[in-house]
Nanobody
Framework: QVQLVESGGGLVQPGGSLRLSCAAS????????MGWYRQAPGKQRELVAS???????NYADSVKGRFTISRDNAKNTVYLQMSSLKPEDTAIFYC?????????WGQGTQVTVSS
């Protein structure tokens, strides 16, 4: 069983930055992929960014150039560095991890961008 714990969410002003962390209860070295989804009120959950075991990354068009995903295998943690935040980035952000058998989810962390 894999447990994922997100942290780093909060309230930030437009143009500000936040760094989300997703700590796994097991080694992430062999995870096929990890990443972040987000869900805004009244909207479907959407993929924000992902990173494979080989380090390849993928981003939603809406966050390219503003968000950066990275992983630290030694700390079993994946990060999402978010910059130039906009009000439309307001959402609950969920971390996920893909093993050979299934996908695991974190509990989510709220990000609110507002002045």
């Amino acid at each position: 069983q894999v447990q994922l714990v997100e942290s780093g969410g909060g309230l930030v002003q437009p143009g500000g930055s936040l760094r989300l962390s997703c700590a796994a209860s097991v080694s992430i070295f062999s995870m096929n992929a990890m990443g972040w989804y987000r869900q805004a009120p009244g909207k479907q959950r959407e993929l924000v960014a992902s990173i494979t075991s080989g380090g390849s990354t993928n981003y939603a068009d809406s966050v390219k150039g503003r968000f950066t995903i990275s992983r630290d295998n030694a700390k079993n943690t994946v990060y999402l560095q978010m910059s130039s935040l906009k009000p439309e980035d307001t959402a609950i952000f969920y971390c996920y991890a893909d093993t050979l058998y299934r996908r695991y989810w974190g509990q989510g962390t709220q990000v609110t961008v507002s002045s």
